[in-house]
């Protein structure tokens, strides 16, 4: 995902539906998701300890790539190849992206005390945190300019 134009339309209709879905809700009954969010649940368990399994194979540890500089290439062994990084990395914004839903959930159950500026800018500033990572990291273009 070169362009931003998915995620600017995906936003657009997010803020929509959290503007008008309330307004449409209002004279209606809350409604049963349960097995929906069951579902939902369940895919996002099994997809969060699917990719924490690949980041383990990676060899991945927060502390070593927090405090030191870490070069792909010492990392290459699981992979095979810089691409496989990225697409591991592009997965993980599509998985945060989906869980956009969640807030979806909350307005169709009548559960808008749930939908708080901290909630909202959570989902939002993690999609674009990782967008900003996946498109401008610094690694990637140091593997462009130097091989």
């Known amino acids: 995902m070169g362009s931003p134009l998915p995620l600017v339309v995906i936003f657009t209709l997010y803020f929509t539906f959290l503007n008008l ?5 209002k004279e209606r009954k809350p409604l049963n998701l349960t097995t929906v969010i069951r579902v939902y649940n369940i895919f996002q368990v099994a997809s969060c300890m699917a990719f924490a399994y690949t980041a383990y194979q990676f060899k991945y540890s927060v502390l070593e790539t927090t405090w030191r500089c870490v070069k792909f290439e010492d990392h290459l062994d699981k992979f095979g190849s810089i691409q496989g990084i990225f697409t ?6 599509i998985l945060r992206t989906v869980e956009l839903i969640e807030t979806i959930f909350f307005i169709l159950r009548k559960k808008q005390q749930q939908v708080s500026f901290l909630h909202v800018y959570h989902h939002v500033s993690t999609i674009m945190f990782l967008y900003i990572l996946n498109r401008y990291s610094a690694s990637k273009w140091s593997l462009l300019i130097f091989y």
């Open 21 to 25: 879905g309330p307004k449409v809700m």
């Open 88 to 93: 591991f990395y592009w997965y993980f914004m």
